[in-house]
């Protein structure tokens, strides 16, 4: 499901691309309150989203030749995004982003048993501490609205990570880098900007620790973290 999401926002990219250099080239009138926010360097807010989160999975020689799992896969839940906002104008038409809060997951890896085909749910909850810098580029306003594109890079570290309990057959590390890309579109308001955002984000290296005690964390080689995020902005 997360790689069709990222699927949809990259063609959503393409698209918003194509209708940022058409208002760009269209211009527009009646940006009362436009003008009034670009008069501003920088500016504050908040972001609070819902945040879908789960793994993208690469099993191991193990997971062929083993008979006793034949079925891993990855689960998701909803989760909840808040966040600060930090904005930074380069130029008229790019921001500078840094988005530092918490984020709070539940992720879980699915087993099926050979002898029974009896499904195990492993669930992993998190508590996320983040550090996403972005760049943003923004069209030309049109009546009080104006879209944009964003991509960046996110850190973040699960405050409630399971990498030294003893008890847990699946460990994952607390440590995680991602890219991120989005679109969205700000709308001004008299005090404030208000800006619904989508967004997808990949981890960008392996975050599975790997036990070769425990059969579940044999079959899989490789753990990708993956988010696809709806958020929205108030700043002013």
């Given at each position: 499901m997360l790689h069709?999401?990222?699927?949809?926002?990259?063609?959503?990219?393409v698209l918003i691309m194509g209708s940022v250099a058409?208002?760009?080239q269209i211009g527009g009138r009646d940006n009362y309150n436009f003008r009034d926010f670009n008069?501003?360097?920088y500016y504050f807010g908040i972001n609070i989203g819902f945040n879908k989160s789960g793994y993208k999975l690469h099993q191991s020689s193990f997971f062929i030749n083993n008979d006793s799992i034949k079925v891993t896969e990855g689960g998701s839940e909803i989760g909840v995004n808040?966040?600060?906002?930090?904005?930074?104008?380069?130029?008229?038409?790019?921001?500078?982003?840094?988005?530092?809060?918490?984020?709070?997951?539940?992720?879980g890896l699915l087993f099926s048993n050979v002898s029974?085909?009896?499904?195990?749910?492993?669930?992993?909850?998190?508590?996320?501490?983040?550090?996403?810098?972005?760049?943003?580029?923004?069209?030309?306003?049109y009546k009080d609205k104006r879209m944009f594109v964003v991509a960046g890079l996110k850190y973040s570290y699960d405050v409630q990570t399971n990498s030294k309990s003893r008890k847990s057959l699946i460990k994952i590390a607390p440590h995680d880098f991602q890219y991120e890309?989005?679109?969205?579109?700000q709308m001004f308001y008299p005090y404030?900007?208000?800006?619904?955002?989508?967004?997808?984000?990949?981890g960008l290296g392996n975050i599975l620790i790997?036990?070769?005690?425990?059969?579940?964390?044999?079959?899989?080689?490789?753990?990708?973290?993956?988010?696809?995020?709806?958020?929205f902005n108030f700043e002013g």
């Open positions: 069709l999401f990222g699927k949809k926002i990259t063609i959503a990219m058409a208002f760009c008069k501003k360097s808040m966040h600060m906002i930090t904005n930074l104008k380069l130029g008229e038409y790019f921001d500078f982003r840094f988005l530092p809060g918490f984020s709070f997951a539940q992720r029974d085909n009896r499904v195990l749910e492993r669930k992993i909850e998190s508590v996320f501490f983040e550090l996403p810098f972005h760049l943003r580029f923004k069209s030309e306003p890309v989005g679109v969205g579109m404030f900007i208000f800006s619904p955002e989508i967004k997808f984000s990949r790997y036990d070769k005690t425990q059969n579940e964390a044999r079959v899989l080689e490789n753990v990708v973290s993956q988010i696809f995020t709806i958020s």
